[in-house]
């Protein structure tokens, strides 16, 4: 197991991250909690110190795993905890859908202070030609008060494993893609994820507008040109040459990032029959470079849980295929 991973199960194969214990056939959500280590509760306990004036932290309070009894963060007053249960619950209520929803991956980070589920809806998803592109819900939740839970609807496209949220509409102004719900830990979080499970069905029924984006994507004719003009809205131009020790890093990283985007454009993965030479080739040849290509560090997270985190759980990848996104978007 991966230096951060604590826990951890995916379906079938490895996960495209290639972490975690593969597990051999379907399971429904609550007994692949069980099978990812996931059946521990938080509970909120007084913090403990030893003479020391503690005036203005009574109202603190450690959040504790039950099996462990390490503490994951310490939250302030008001603050409600989401226990694993309620996550695996809460996709088992979605199977009302009949969407046949299936947990694919789940696991927890760290000491357990990041949790997550990814389930499968095989209903909605569609192809472009050869190339395939599944649907799927990702759930995830914060035990250590400074991440909220988080329901997201994204797509996978099956041929490189890129993940790319739903096209939902408008978020922080501009056109982008959906990052789902973000839920506060305060009092009534379970009452607001009960609502978030019937907004899940005018939400699935988006996806026809991704398959129409997706479609017009893959009408319109590209070169590698496009993926440079979209490498250039996402990180900006190419640093100018300078003079001086070390002044060209960022001109050598942005060199190397565009050598390496066109590797992708010319690899199988972005010549797939009824996409080649495409905006959605484009596109995906750069969230391929951020799933597979980046090099990203966080804390004190192994390369591949970094990527993880950046791509899935709200990083600096998830941005970046945002960006990537919008701009594709506004050439078709």
Known sequence: MAANIDTFATLRVPAWHGLGVVLDAPLPPLEFQTAAGLEWTVSLEPLAFNMIETDGLESFRAVVRSDSRKALGVVGDGYAPVQNTEMFQFLHDLREFDLDLNVETAGALGKGEIVWALAKAPALGFALGSDKVETYLLISNGHAGNR???????????????TLAVAMGERKGKVGLAHGWDLKHTTGIQDRLAQVKGCLESTFSAVATTREIASRMADKGATFGT???????????????????????????????????????????????????????????VTEWCEHESIVRSGNYTQGESRFIGNLLGGSASSFKEDAFSYALSLV
């Open 227 to 285: 993926v440079e003009d979209i490498a250039r809205k996402v990180w900006g131009e190419v640093p100018a040459l300078k003079d001086g020790k070390g002044a060209n890093k960022a001109r050598t990283i942005a060199l190397d990032r565009l050598a390496d985007l066109e590797r992708i454009w010319n690899s199988p993965t972005s010549n797939v029959e009824g996409t080649t030479g495409t905006v959605w080739a484009a596109l995906n040849a």
């Open 148 to 162: 909220r839970l988080t329901v997201t609807p994204t797509t996978i496209r099956v041929v490189c494993q890129n």
